[in-house]
């Protein structure tokens, strides 16, 4: 059993930064692609960021140059960095993992989820 557990969210202004954090637990071996995917009410769920189990990486297009992913094996932890913060950005985010360290964009693949964390900007 696989178990995720964000924090970190919050609110801040426009401009600000957060660091959201991913915790898993159980069979997640540290070389799983994880990613993170952000909702907002009503809406579709969209992919913001994974990193494969190799370490490459992928951004959505509006988030490229301001958020940043990574993640410490050793601690089972991932990670997004979130620098100049739009009220655009404002949603639930939710850390996933796939089994296998393949990257992958599609949502279908990852079927371990967290329980979403707040971030909300102004």
């Known amino acids: 059993h696989v178990q995720l557990v964000e924090s970190g969210g919050g609110s801040v202004q426009a401009g600000g930064s957060l660091r959201l954090s991913c915790v898993a637990s159980g069979d997640v071996a540290g070389t799983t692609c994880m990613a993170w995917y952000r909702q907002a009410p009503g809406a579709a769920c969209e992919l913001v960021s994974t990193?494969?189990?190799?370490?490459?990486?992928y951004y959505l297009g509006s988030v490229k140059g301001r958020f940043t992913i990574s993640k410490d094996n050793t601690k089972n932890t991932l990670y997004l960095q979130l620098n100049s913060l739009e009220p655009e950005d404002t949603d639930t985010y939710y850390c996933?993992?796939?089994?296998?360290?393949?990257?992958?964009?599609?949502?279908?693949?990852?079927?371990?989820w967290g329980q979403g964390t707040q971030v909300t900007v102004s």
């Open positions: 990193i494969s189990g190799d370490g490459t990486t």
């Open positions: 996933a993992a796939r089994l296998g360290g393949s990257l992958t964009l599609t949502e279908a693949d990852f079927v371990h």
